[in-house]
């Protein structure tokens, strides 16, 4: 029951944080926009961002262990807290130095907290279940956040015309609710087990064919999902000719509709045969995304990114959830964070592609993520076969030598 209620805790404050990211980062291309930044310009600050989420997932997986985390994320949740406020502050001053920084580090917390939160969960409990609850609650409560700016956007309440920066500023409020959950989290300081990793993080990876394997996949996967829908506001208001309004209910109804097939996915729909869940997933988008680029039309472009945005949560179990809990518990942290650094760098590279396609038309940006995506699909069906069919570890004769040397010492 205590194990429970830790991870309802953080799941509590994952629901709060996902309301403000979901409000804030579904208008910041458009806040972006209106504060006279083009698409490019866009995608770029976007990608630098990327980056520097890199850079810091990188300090953490080095510095921070599992009994300093909740200490770190209480730290960082803070640094979000007044960036945001700075935002809101600067907007309309045409202050494009600063906005960019705090665009960066607005970008980076978000992926600091929401890549510590699972290891976090796995101080308690960890298995395939729990991975997916982690995904769904991100998911659910981020669609959430996007219904509230949907349902507000362009109104008057009580007597305050909702704009792009009053959506921020109700975004802090859903953020100081994420606060004070981590803050009424108890120590994790406590930890009586944390041991120190036989060997690198690198090394690790390198001699498990099954996770080199898999981080490939989460790269290339990253990059092509980002190459295809990575300004989907600015796609959907300039290409499509969505009011803001009209933009933030699309994805919001498509968002709650993933969200109840990734819970159906997880309970009944996921076939026995692991080829098939990837087919449905993948297969089926990257056809879509080759008659795009072969027709250039925009009813089935519409198709496109709704099934793309449709299918997203399903099968998270599956395509994710088996290599990370695969994972030894001294090598959790820092494989996770290995494994963001891995798809965001992929993310990074593809908003730069997609920031570069936007401006020659949509067939180019799903032309070029279908391109990435045959890559993508070989490694995922590879990945299964090696599931299906594995062999001598090396990493575990690595591991049992160590212990041995322990044994004698």
Same mark, same amino acid.
């Given at each position: ?200 993080? !690198?090394? @690790? #990876?390198?001699?498990?064919?099954? *996770? ?8 290339? =996967?990253?990059?092509? &999902? ?115 650094? !891995?798809? @965001? #760098?992929?993310?990074?590279?593809? *908003? ?8 020659? =038309?949509?067939?180019? &940006? ?44």
């Amino acid at each position: 029951m205590k194990k429970l209620k830790h991870e309802n805790q953080i799941l509590g404050m994952l629901a709060f944080l996902s309301l403000s990211i979901g409000l804030w980062e579904n208008f910041r291309q458009l806040w972006l926009e209106d504060n006279g930044f083009s698409a490019l310009q866009i995608s770029q600050i976007t990608s630098i961002g990327t980056f520097a989420s890199v850079l810091g997932i990188m300090f953490v997986s080095q510095k921070i262990t599992l009994d300093k985390l909740k200490g770190f994320m209480s730290f960082v949740i803070v640094i979000k807290f007044f960036n945001l406020v700075n935002l809101f502050y600067l907007n309309g001053t045409m202050q494009n130095a600063l906005i960019n920084s705090a665009i960066v580090i607005d970008i980076m917390t978000s992926y600091l907290i929401i890549t510590s939160v699972y290891p976090l969960i796995t101080i308690f409990v960890k298995n395939n279940t729990v991975y997916s609850k982690r995904k769904l609650t991100e998911y659910l409560f981020r669609d959430v956040g996007i219904l509230v700016g949907g349902f507000l956007i362009g109104k008057s309440v009580v007597g305050v015309f909702v704009t792009y920066n009053v959506c921020l500023y109700i975004s802090i409020i859903f953020l100081v609710g994420a606060m004070l959950m981590m803050f009424g989290m108890k120590s994790c300081a406590t930890i009586s087990e944390n041991p120190k990793p036989a060997i690198s993080m !690198i090394q @690790y #990876v390198a001699k498990n064919n099954l *996770l080199k394997t898999y981080c490939i996949y989460s790269f290339i =996967g990253a990059m092509a &999902m980002a190459t295809g829908l990575g300004l989907k506001m600015l796609t959907l208001t300039n290409y499509f000719h969505f009011s803001e309004s009209i933009a933030t209910n699309y994805l919001v109804v498509i968002g709650l509709v993933c969200d109840l097939i990734g819970v159906l996915a997880l309970k009944y729909l996921t076939p026995k045969n692991d080829y098939v869940t990837i087919t449905i997933k993948f297969g089926i988008r990257f056809l879509l995304y080759t008659v795009v680029f072969m027709t250039d039309n925009l009813f089935v472009t519409g198709i496109a990114i709704t099934w793309s945005l449709l299918i997203g949560a399903a099968y998270e179990n599956v395509c994710d959830g088996y290599y990370i809990n695969s994972v030894e518990n001294e090598y959790q942290l820092t494989f996770t964070n290995f494994r963001y650094i !891995i798809k @965001y #760098v992929g993310e990074a590279i593809g *908003l730069v592609f997609c920031g570069l396609m936007y401006g020659k =038309g949509l067939k180019y &940006m799903f032309g070029l993520s279908a391109f990435f995506m045959i890559f993508q699909i070989s490694l995922a069906y590879k990945l299964i076969y090696m599931r299906q069919h594995p062999k001598t570890n090396v990493l575990e004769k690595i591991q049992k030598c160590h212990k041995k040397k322990e044994e004698t010492v």
